[in-house]
């Protein structure tokens, strides 16, 4: 090594490294949100084929996650995840040019390499802060909502301001950041632990009850999150709200969910059963839901934090479950591929249906019904996966 870089400030890297990390794993998707209604005007595509761009990072997800764990054990957790950020550095860039090919070819190559960050961070957390894994879930979690929801809400503007590819595009400056801090830990640094334990024998997960109890969970508070994304503004304009408004309450929605990504991970981490939280997530959703039905213009903010607080709990705990469910990186791993692959091509599913039974009623009634449905499964398979038990 050509200098030497002392236990503390590797420390604070790789800490900074996981906060920049976490950072490009939400604004990528939550800037299209806003956007959808200029991106169909200038591309003339329909809403099914809209929901498509959210849905195409989805897919993803649920198709390459099963392959990740496999790619840390050759290569190294730490390596992966640079080529990750790097690849989705380089899917921003292409999916901010002005052809439709290069969008879906940019969205692909980003939804992979989110895929990989998804299913190895969580497992990479379990196995370098063993004993302050409620408070560094939290970190993670609070960094990839803030700038979600920073995203959902300068993307109008920002495309207001010059046009709606460069809005798209310039997270990319994010990914460079985060390219560059993330280099000295596969540099300055000999493999780790935790990639010499994703060597060992794995684990036969798909018999597991509670391993499909979590990954429905989280399949569910996926596509509560991605059908908000896509398709919240689009519902609050049909009722009235500008653009500008309506992207303003994607952003209402991130913030209220910010604080519980942060906070539902240190408090179940300090329980032995999660049960109560699991209640408390799922009937907030259940008030926000019910509430967008009734609502007109004046309220509708009150049923949008209802929604985000619901949706932050549901969100903080199936990260937390990925290490509260499992007994090392190697399970947590695996647990998060599964529930990662299986999960979000449940969620895949949100955006495409919302769009095609928009076009087929023209009204959001059945599809905010369909939202309500999947809460209440939501709350009965979290009750199961928030009892105190390890996946065999």
């Given at each position: 090594m050509l200098f030497h870089i002392n236990k503390k400030t590797s420390l604070w890297l790789l800490v900074a490294g996981i906060i920049l990390i976490s950072s490009n794993m939400r604004a990528p998707l939550t800037s299209v949100g806003p956007l959808i209604g200029q991106i169909k005007n200038e591309l003339l595509i329909s809403n099914s084929i809209a929901g498509l761009i959210t849905t195409a990072p989805l897919i993803a997800f649920a198709l390459f996650s099963p392959f990740v764990p496999t790619l840390a054990r050759r290569f190294g957790m730490e390596w992966i995840l640079l080529f990750a950020v790097i690849m989705l550095t380089?899917?921003?860039?292409?999916?901010?040019?002005?052809?439709?090919?290069?969008?879906?070819?940019?969205?692909?190559?980003?939804?992979?390499?989110?895929?990989?960050?998804?299913?190895?961070?969580?497992?990479?957390?379990?196995?370098?802060?063993?004993?302050?894994?409620?408070?560094?879930?939290?970190?993670?979690?609070?960094?990839?909502?803030?700038?979600?929801?920073?995203?959902?809400?300068?993307?109008?503007?920002?495309?207001?301001?010059?046009?709606?590819?460069?809005?798209?595009?310039?997270?990319?400056?994010?990914?460079?950041?985060?390219?560059?801090?993330?280099?000295?830990?596969?540099?300055?640094?000999?493999?780790?632990?935790?990639?010499?334990?994703?060597?060992?024998?794995?684990?036969?997960?798909?018999?597991?009850?509670?391993?499909?109890?979590?990954?429905?969970?989280?399949?569910?508070?996926?596509?509560?999150?991605?059908?908000?994304?896509?398709?919240?503004?689009?519902?609050?304009?049909?009722?009235?709200?500008?653009?500008?408004?309506?992207?303003?309450?994607?952003?209402?929605?991130?913030?209220?969910?910010?604080?519980?990504?942060?906070?539902?991970?240190?408090?179940?981490?300090?329980?032995r059963d999660q049960r109560i939280l699991v209640l408390i997530g799922g009937f907030s959703m259940l008030i926000g839901l019910f509430g967008l039905l009734v609502s007109n213009a004046s309220t509708v903010f009150l049923w949008v934090i209802f929604l985000g607080i619901g949706i932050g709990c549901a969100f903080g705990l199936a990260m937390m479950f990925f290490g509260l469910r499992t007994r090392n990186a190697t399970q947590a791993a695996q647990l998060s591929a599964m529930a990662q692959s299986i999960g979000y091509l449940l969620a895949a599913v949100g955006p495409i249906v919302f769009g095609f039974l928009f076009d087929t009623l023209h009204n959001w009634i059945i599809p905010i019904y369909l939202l309500i449905g999947a809460a209440v499964v939501l709350i009965v398979v979290g009750l199961g996966a928030a009892k105190e038990r390890f996946v065999k």
């Open positions: 380089v899917g921003i860039f292409l999916r901010s040019l002005f052809e439709l090919s290069f969008l879906f070819i940019g969205t692909i190559i980003l939804g992979l390499a989110i895929a990989s960050l998804n299913v190895l961070l969580p497992s990479f957390i379990k196995q370098e802060f063993p004993h302050k894994i409620g408070l560094m879930i939290g970190v993670y979690s609070i960094s990839m909502n803030l700038f979600g929801a920073i995203a959902a809400g300068i993307s109008i503007p920002i495309a207001h301001q010059s046009n709606y590819h460069f809005s798209l595009g310039i997270w990319a400056i994010l990914g460079i950041i985060s390219i560059f801090v993330w280099l000295p830990q596969v540099v300055f640094q000999q493999k780790k632990t935790v990639s010499r334990t994703m060597s060992t024998v794995t684990s036969p997960l798909w018999r597991s009850p509670i391993a499909w109890q979590v990954t429905i969970y989280m399949g569910l508070q996926s596509f509560m999150f991605y059908v908000s994304v896509a398709w919240l503004p689009e519902i609050l304009i049909s009722r009235g709200l500008s653009n500008e408004t309506a992207g303003w309450a994607l952003t209402v929605l991130q913030v209220a969910l910010l604080p519980l990504t942060f906070i539902i991970p240190i408090i179940a981490g300090k329980m």
